[in-house]
């Protein structure tokens, strides 16, 4: 596996030429070396009492993280909930966090976690063996109907549920004693203790769980239906859920944790949607923090000599086309819609400098990266030929994109959204604006069966191996794409169980040509994202995968 980069804090220059620089300087380290163990930390000898104000451009949809893959919501559970394993800030790789320990049986099947001792959750029950196995049998169990109503993404991790167990990798979760437990899998899974370390597979209460129904989704919140324990997660990490209102969540120190609870005592995400407000709001002082600098307020930045934290690019940017809405489903259109898009323009004008065209959906410094991923490049005359070979028709094509929002890979989607539909009408598509605000469910609108055509949207990558870009996407038929290569799909779960080494970048490689070729989405930028921080701010626990604690949080004063 190649190398993936941290994130720095830097002081932003009065130039954007010296920024670029400071960008291409950042040292990449290695995500393949033996991780770092940090020894246990112990709670700070006195409560923690300043507060952190971060500016967020969205709302959380909701805080059960089982049922989410929205970017807002995880960033709020990573303060409250916490996994099995953690990722190593230098090297990228699985470190301890509830389990201190892990051993994996020669044949890969079985893997046993010894299992951090005191520790409890926020609402005083005790963690231990049993209280990882309910969360992993209610993962496992989770309902067609309750699937289709969130976004739980055990089933892209482990390739199934309960009701269909041989599509499952899944085989159980075993309680040795309070502090031993074991999970075993019908087959390898080479990137199982990465996934470890994804938000989604964080450990609830039991209780919690229970008490608030975490089942049944009752209520509503930015358009995606939650249950009770969705809006009031309970964990074991270093905050506790305090409220939460349309504009503001609030969370405050555990009392409790295990680990070092740092100096902030209070947590408040505000929400900001607009990212000239954001920055007004850093400037007054009114927040300490926000994400998602654009290209536009990064001038303002610049004059203001703000620190800026840059994060090492993790994430792709695309424009998705569902064949299952003519007349997408002619390759021939999906082809001409390819020339017809000048990345180089889109990448320049909406995103920071170091951002990079994408040709595939793997990032660069993963392993299976292809470098001769047969992108057709910008040629509108070639575009033009193609509709008129596909007897296009001159049909609206439905172009969702969503407004009112920044994304850590679509900072300006509105603009985005003009640019990209300007280019398609020059070579005679016909585009049918669907603008759909972030909070009324775009996300869902889009990943679900529907008329949306073509659609703006990005994917995040969580941890550092090609599957977690491949599987969720393109390892099974989605409503979002419309693609139905079984030959594609089963190459993506026979890869995920190869060691690391030639056959599996090979096999990755060969995954990734093919669906350049069969294009049921358009990569067009792998995003440079950063956040702008006040004066006030020491250090932030920057990350390419998002793993940003807030207990890891300095301040002055």
Known sequence: MKPVAPARSVRVPRTR??????????VLLSGCTSPVTPEPSTSSSSAPTKAFRFGTPAPPVGLDPALTSDLESYRVTRQVLEGLLTVDAITGKPAPSLATEWKASDDGLRYDFTLR?????????????????TNFQRWYKLSPALRKESSATFGTIFRGY?????????????????????????????????????????ISSPKALAQGKADSLTQTKAGTKVSTYGTHPVGTGPFQFTSWNESEVTLSSNPHYWGDRGEIGTVTFRVISHPEVRREALDKGEIDAYDNITVDTMEALVKKGQQVVQ????????????QSVAPLNNLKVRQAIEYAVDKNTIVRRFYLDGTAQATQFVPPRLSGFNNGAPALGYDPNKAKALLKEANYDGKPIPFYYPVNVTRAYLPSPEKVYAEIARQLTAVGLVIKPVPVPWTEGYAQKVTSAGNHGLHLFGWNGSYADPDNFLSPLFGSTRSEFGYTDAD??????????????????????????????????????????????SDRVVSYPSSPVLNEVFSKVKLKG
Request: with cysteine; aromatic share 8%; net charge neutral.
């Open 17 to 26: 030429r010296l920024l670029a620089a400071a960008s291409a300087a950042v």
């Open 117 to 133: 001792q005191g520790v409890t959750f926020q609402d005083g029950t005790p963690f231990n063996a049993q209280a990882v196995c």
């Open 162 to 202: 309960s009701d269909e167990p041989a599509k499952s990798i899944y085989r159980g979760c075993t309680a040795g004693d309070a502090h031993h437990v074991s999970i075993d899998l019908s087959e390898p899974f080479t990137g199982f203790l990465q996934a470890l370390t994804m938000p989604s597979l964080a």
């Open 311 to 322: 994060r090492d690019p993790f994430s792709v940017m695309y424009l998705g086309m569902n």
């Open 488 to 533: 594609v799909f089963k190459d993506i779960a026979r890869a995920r169980t190869l060691p690391d080494g030639d056959e599996r970048s090979t096999l990755y490689r060969s995954i990734n040509e093919r669906i350049a070729k069969a294009l049921p989405a358009l990569p067009i930028a792998y995003p440079i994202s950063a956040l702008a921080m």
